[in-house]
């Protein structure tokens, strides 16, 4: 099956051509389909940075009758020991990050609700659609210490702190997951919107 990717960054866009991906450089809502016409259109971890009204029009004009509009979000619930030591390290090293251990352990999704209260509303009002559902895929993945450290320059506070902050943070998060035996399992709930094309 053909995927095509619209992408606002073109340097995301040239990360994802690297792997052979088509990817055409625009926000979602000014992008022109050019009278193509899709099964689907799928947001990853990104549709809360799209005008959520104006994104699905512009989803409903890109479907094909029946096709699916769905939205994606991955949500990490730290283990309460693992979430303490990495907030132990980020309080040390970035003391005006956002980075915190949750106030209610086990509720990680409790933030993405307005997000997709947000969301469904804006596939509502923007109309072509059926109606909205609500999905949710919990699992558990292991992270070595590598695995973690390699994925988490591309998060938050960290995307912006100088190298040497980087440096010291992946060098204190190690040796608190050293400590932790070099690896914890870390639960998600992947949160799906989804709606079909009238």
Known sequence: MPVLGVEPDARMADF?????????VARLEEWDPAGRVFDAVVSGTA???IDPVEGARKAA???????RLALFWHVFQ?????AEAFAEVYRRLL?????????RPGRAVDPYEPI?????????DAGGFGDVQRWRFDWEHRYTRDEWLDQMPTQGTLTQAPAEVVDQVLAGVGEAIDAMGGGFTMSYATMVLTAARL
């Not at 994802?16 to 055409?24: C, H, M, Q, S």
């Not at 730290?78 to 693992?82: A, D, S």
């Not at 003391?95 to 106030?103: C, E, H, T, V």
């Not at 997709?116 to 509502?124: E, F, H, Q």
Request: hydrophobic fraction near 40%; glycine fraction near 8%.
């Open 16 to 24: 994802a051509r690297r792997d052979g991906l088509r990817v055409e």
């Open 47 to 49: 549709w809360h940075w």
């Open 61 to 67: 004009q890109a479907l094909r009758p029946s096709g």
């Open 78 to 82: 730290l283990p309460p020991v693992v």
């Open 95 to 103: 003391p005006d990050s956002p980075f915190r251990p949750p106030a």
């Open 116 to 124: 997709l209260v947000n969301s469904a509303n804006g596939i509502r």
